[in-house]
């Protein structure tokens, strides 16, 4: 969770009261946060020539995106505590009613395609208050906005600008400015070398840097406002004198976008001259219909269940106390005019965290209080579990292959596309596999559709040890399935490997008839009329046949020739190729980097359930 350090003098002033370590620590847990440290007895930092104000450090929940500044925590508290009425956000236009646009290029999606903005009028900063503005940011760049990969904020003096404002993206050679805090002009192929061992910024310049063309946003004489998600410029750089602040934020994701945004201007509107009053800006973006006005700090309607409620928290509580404990929470609640079991919940903009009516539930819990909410014996909901079929079905055939003298393997379900197909001799149909469309390394490419490769390279990095090596599997593979809603499915699998100075056909063999004969298959004889030539796992009805399981010899480039059968078992009339087994053919085993022979066994387990 995010820690964050509150001057304790200035805390307890805003909540107008003092407090004793543990009285702060148990209001901190009534609302559902933490008190980590209280540094007032340690040993603090000299900063500036003075030692260090007593700082609080607080847990916050990572979903809380409003308490992560002291503006948020103080807010927050005040209200839970009733000393402060619900904030009420509004938009406010300029006098001359004309709003300043930002105009979004289509170049732009090829890098950054969203933009939002957002107006402070007549604030006043402390260096306090600005040193929280600056800290904010960064906290949403860190947590939410993903190291500024998904969402980007830039703040301006908007005094020293002139609108409006274009979002544009041009090669690197065709910006020039004069970064945040720098003396010199940069194009941004030298910025980028200029800050490429810059321990803050650094970090960041991977997110642009091998793009074609760079964001930037610029007012209307074509000055530089910032490089997103790099750098601001020098020219409209925010001081404690700034009075009009103009923000602009750029994304990848446009739902964390708009978060930021009303997190940003929700927490410091306060310090306009007007409390809690936002001017709003046009975003004009005619190439993807997103032309709109930023933000958007109209509540959310939600529905609460009351019975949900009272079940929920052990509580027999009426509509209008459920209400009341909402306002605590800052949410606006009433009882429903048409259901008397329904409450209609306004949302704050700032509750992005709000998507189920199992949040309020929980807020209503924290309003009531965590220890005050009626002690219940978990023996009214206590279940006796039982195991799916398949899990069960997999544990007696891993049991009786461990008794049968083989060992257990678990190796990775992901694996490389060659140890899949190619190490095999397979080919890929495309339609088989399921592949991951951004891979990390080329190890993990594809999910298994076999689970020979894991067995195959366990066995190469435990070639040390004395042979024979007896190792087996029980798990899943997956395979394409487009008429599921999730596009695939699961298999279970039983597979098994030998690796020894001899083929060991005959073990592997020995190891399906054990595990057969433990699940009651009987094998069949001089059977006829199956093609065992390719692997179709196909099942034909024939209710005049007996049950039971018999071999065919196949002819397939996994295995030496003439040394492999597919498996074929059939069950209350219904036939079905279930597996094969055999010895792996020589080019197999040069690829997994084995000298001796090996003999694998691979069945589907889901076929006898």
Request: charged letters at 25%.
């Amino acid at each position: 969770m995010p820690t964050i350090n509150v001057d304790k003098a200035e805390l307890y002033k805003a909540l107008g009261q003092e407090y004793t370590t543990e009285e702060f620590e148990t209001l901190c847990f009534e609302f559902g946060i933490e008190l980590d440290e209280d540094t007032s007895n340690s040993e603090r930092p000299i900063v500036n020539g003075k030692q260090e104000a007593p700082q609080l450090k607080i847990e916050i929940p990572a979903n809380r995106y409003d308490m992560l500044c002291f503006e948020g925590i103080a807010l927050m508290l005040n209200v839970f505590r009733e000393k402060t009425p619900l904030p009420n956000y509004r938009l406010v236009a300029p006098k001359d009613g004309k709003l300043q646009t930002i105009t979004i290029l289509p170049e732009t999606m090829k890098v950054r395609p969203y933009v939002s903005g957002a107006i402070l009028r007549n604030i006043t900063f402390t260096q306090d208050a600005y040193d929280s503005f600056i800290a904010l940011q960064d906290k949403l760049h860190q947590n939410l906005a993903r190291q500024r990969t998904l969402v980007s904020i830039g703040t301006h003096d908007l005094d020293t600008l002139k609108g409006p404002f274009t979002y544009e993206a041009l090669p690197p050679k065709d910006i020039n400015f004069i970064p945040l805090n720098q003396t010199k002009r940069m194009n941004g192929e030298e910025l980028m070398q200029f800050y490429e061992n810059d321990k803050h910024l650094g970090k960041y310049l991977h997110i642009i840097r091998d793009s074609p063309v760079y964001p930037v946003i610029f007012d209307s004489q074509k000055t530089v406002c910032s490089l997103p998600p790099i750098i601001n410029g020098d020219h409209s750089k925010i001081t404690l004198k700034t009075k009009n602040v103009f923000m602009e934020i750029t994304a990848t994701d446009r739902t964390k976008l708009e978060i930021v945004n009303t997190i940003m201007v929700s927490m410091f509107s306060q310090y306009c001259a007007e409390p809690f009053t936002i001017e709003p800006v046009e975003i004009i973006s005619e190439h993807n219909q997103e032309t709109r006005q930023t933000p958007d700090l109209k509540p959310r309607l939600a529905e609460v269940e009351v019975d949900y409620v009272n079940s929920c928290c052990g509580l027999e509580a009426k509509p209008q106390q459920i209400c009341d404990w909402l306002t605590k929470m800052c949410y606006t609640a009433k009882p429903s005019s048409e259901d008397e079991n329904i409450i209609e919940v306004l949302v704050p903009p700032t509750r992005a965290d709000v998507l189920h009516q199992c949040d309020i539930m929980e807020d209503v819990a924290i309003a009531y209080g965590f220890n005050s909410l009626p002690r219940t014996s978990p023996n009214k909901a206590s279940t006796i579990a039982q195991p799916l079929m398949i899990n069960k079905l997999g544990d007696i055939v891993r049991m009786e292959a461990a008794m049968a003298g083989w060992s257990e393997v678990m190796p990775l379900i992901l694996c490389s596309h060659d140890e899949n197909f190619g190490w095999l001799n397979r080919k890929d149909d495309g339609e088989t596999a399921v592949k991951l469309a951004n891979p990390k390394t080329a190890e993990y490419q594809v999910v298994r559709t076999s689970l020979l490769p894991g067995l195959l390279k366990t066995i190469r990095e435990n070639k040390k040890h004395s042979i024979p090596i007896k190792a087996f599997e029980v798990s899943d593979v997956a395979f394409k399935d487009l008429s599921l809603e999730r596009k695939s499915r699961n298999e279970r699998h039983f597979a098994a490997a030998w690796y020894g100075k001899t083929s060991g056909f005959e073990v592997i063999h020995g190891l399906l008839d054990r595990v057969l004969l433990m699940l009651k298959i009987a094998f069949l004889t001089r059977e006829e009329g199956l093609e065992g030539k390719k692997m179709d796992y196909e099942v034909r009805e024939d209710p005049s046949k007996p049950d039971g399981y018999w071999i065919e010899e196949i002819d397939e480039p996994t295995f030496f020739p003439g040394h492999a059968a597919a498996i074929y078992l059939r069950l209350n009339g219904k036939q079905v190729r279930i597996g094969e087994f055999g010895i792996l053919h020589p080019t197999v085993l040069d690829k997994f980097e084995l000298r001796y022979p090996v003999s694998t066994l691979e069945i589907n387990l889901e076929v006898f359930l």
